[in-house]
């Protein structure tokens, strides 16, 4: 079953599009910068939290584009419904 969801898989990767996952790619490389500089900066606990930042930030990315790809938006009302619960997976996090 997690192997259907699987961010590499083929089916997933189609789904999210190149627009989608070059975003996530770059969160994860600007993730991982700024846990370097928070750990060289100030510490294991601001790379942690810089880290877990960066997580929240991806997950809710990921979250919203994927209840943006795979709703069911059939008429102008139901897109205009899934655009708002995809934009409250990133929203909430803020």
């Not at 600007?30 to 606990?45: C, F, N, P, Q, R």
């Not at 709703?71 to 990133?90: C, D, E, P, Q, R």
Request: glycine share 10%; aromatic share 8%; net charge positive.
């Amino acid at each position: 079953m997690m192997s259907e969801l699987s961010y590499t898989s083929p089916p997933l990767r189609r789904a999210l599009g190149k627009p989608i996952l070059t975003v996530l790619k770059w969160q994860f490389a600007v993730t991982v910068l700024a846990t370097l500089v928070a750990a060289l900066i100030a510490g294991v606990h601001a790379a942690a939290s810089a880290a877990a930042g960066g997580a929240v930030s991806m997950v809710a990315g990921l979250a919203s584009a994927l209840v943006a790809v795979l709703g069911k938006g059939n008429s102008a009302g139901g897109v205009v419904t899934m655009l708002i619960f995809s934009m409250a997976f990133f929203v909430r996090e803020y």
